[in-house]
């Protein structure tokens, strides 16, 4: 009895997992176990050996049994001291700064040019950026053989040669929205229309794809005057500064009279200031919408007139905040963007102001 209980309280102490007390609990305890089978032996006994016998095995079992407890809630502890001194942390540490995104000046300003012409009552419209080359070209008065269509300039999408389908193009301006709305809304009507356009050409002024903003106003009597109006307005609001503008004729096929449009401006010290000095910069095209583009847009020109606009975000965008190429937009390098991006909650304003 002596041999066995320091056989199994000697294992006990050195067991190091409570796998190797498990392993010791079977051993001795288990169905199998030492102690297990010498109980089973107290049944050949005499009865007096067997009271005897049966109280002291009792004893020792209970004994090894409170010994595999002590231990396990000792290995129990140790754990978790360990546990503690390697997980601990200090919660009191700065954060690591986490960078944020910006948003691109494309997406700002074409945000600033929606708050602007909200204000005098305009729209936004939408259209295809694939678009059928009725809509691009024909029902905005530009007949097949204008150079307008001629493929260095506009991407045509693919057609198998068993395809009957009439072309479809990258549109390569926001003008066929003009003969979506007016089919969308009849007259009177007041829209713009920021969006992409496509066209194949690549150098520090020309991308192919780009951003232009569209304007159409109808009405019944409508002038020239009022579409001046309107762009003085509009640029006043933008650049944060009284901005005239200089109208130059001009032609497009979809306007009649049409006109070229430059903003005031100086090239002082090698840098652009709008609404100052005597220098011109052209910004956008404009005239009255054609009497044969109202009927292509389902409007009858002797009920209603307007003029319309067409105008480069990306250049009022590089204007307004200094960017000198235009490439860099489509770029997504991120220095740049962290450069020339605005923080999310830089919301435009029509009080914002000059940032050049
Ligand atoms: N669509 C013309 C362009 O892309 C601009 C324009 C729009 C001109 C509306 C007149 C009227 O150049």
Redesign the pocket.
């Known amino acids: 009895m002596d041999d066995l209980r320091k056989n199994y309280l000697d294992r006990i102490a050195v067991a190091a997992s409570e796998a190797a007390l498990e392993e010791v609990r079977i051993a001795a305890l288990g169905k199998k176990g030492e102690i297990s089978l010498k109980m089973r032996e107290l049944g050949a006994m005499e009865p007096a050996a067997r009271a005897a016998a049966g109280a002291a095995l009792n004893v020792l079992r209970d004994e090894i049994d409170s010994a595999l407890r002590a231990r396990k809630a000792a290995l129990g502890d140790a754990a978790l001291d360990e546990r503690l001194a390697a997980e601990w942390l200090d919660v009191t540490l700065p954060g690591r700064p986490r960078r944020q995104g910006t948003i691109h000046p494309i997406s700002q300003v074409w945000e600033e040019v929606t708050a602007i012409f909200a204000d005098m009552g305009f729209a936004v419209a939408e259209g295809p950026e694939v678009e059928s080359d009725w809509y691009n070209f024909d029902a905005l008065n530009i007949p097949g053989h204008h150079p307008a269509r001629a493929e260095m300039d506009t991407f045509y999408m693919h057609r198998a040669p068993d395809d009957n389908r009439p072309p479809a193009v990258l549109r390569t301006?926001t003008?066929p929205v003009q003969i979506r709305s007016m089919e969308a809304q009849g007259a009177p009507l007041r829209i713009i229309c920021p969006g992409r356009v496509y066209r194949a050409d690549y150098d520090q002024t020309h991308t192919p794809n780009f951003h232009?903003v569209?304007g159409l106003a109808l009405d019944r009597d409508l002038t020239m005057a009022n579409l001046k109006w309107v762009l003085e307005e509009f640029f006043s609001a933008y650049f944060g500064t009284r901005v005239r503008t200089r109208f130059r004729a001009s032609h497009?096929p979809?306007?009649e009279p049409?006109a070229e449009v430059d903003i005031q401006c100086s090239f002082e010290g090698g840098t652009v200031h709008v609404g100052e000095g005597d220098g011109w910069l052209e910004v956008l095209?404009?005239?009255m919408v054609h009497p044969k583009v109202l009927k292509a847009g389902g409007i009858d020109p002797a009920k209603a007139q307007g003029f319309?606009?067409?105008m480069g975000i990306d250049r009022i965008a590089m204007l307004k905040y200094g960017i000198p190429d235009l490439r860099s937009f489509f770029e997504s390098d991120l220095r740049w963007l962290r450069h020339y991006g605005f923080a999310a909650l830089d919301v435009p304003t029509l009080h914002g102001g000059v940032a050049r």
């Open positions: 301006h003008s232009q569209e497009f979809f306007t049409s095209g404009s005239g319309a606009f067409g």
